[in-house]
């Protein structure tokens, strides 16, 4: 079982926009759920965004009109589209890739937002 591997983030200041990837090794079936986690420091993981085919696209309420999430069939690929970016969005974002009772995480990867 091949985790996702996510990308794309990195240090951008207040206001700032970051593009984040994440690629599967499996196609997205009917049934796969996707979506972008964050865990700040001293925090919770936290949902930030949700991709499904039955279910469509659902953000968090700190991230609705600044941040979206899409995918790419053929490139068996997530994106999370982060503008306005805000010190509080400061985290380690993960992939999560859902497959009925198969789930995976990936690595994840830093994003910071400096004031």
């Known amino acids: 079982q091949v985790p996702p591997v996510e990308s794309g983030g990195g240090l951008v200041q207040a206001g700032g926009s970051l593009i984040l990837s994440c690629v599967v090794s499996r196609s997205f079936l009917s049934s796969t759920v996707m979506g972008w986690y964050r865990q700040a420091p001293g925090k919770q993981r936290e949902l930030v965004a949700q991709?499904?085919?039955?279910?469509?696209?659902r953000y968090a309420d700190a991230v609705k009109g600044r941040f979206t999430i899409s995918r790419d069939r053929a490139e068996r690929t997530v994106y999370l589209e982060m503008t306005s970016l805000k010190p509080e969005d400061t985290a380690v974002y993960y992939c999560?890739?859902?497959?009925?009772?198969?789930?995976?995480w990936g690595q994840g990867t830093q994003v910071t937002v400096s004031s």
């Open positions: 999560k890739e859902s497959r009925g009772s198969y789930i995976y």
């Open positions: 991709i499904a085919s039955a279910t469509g696209t």
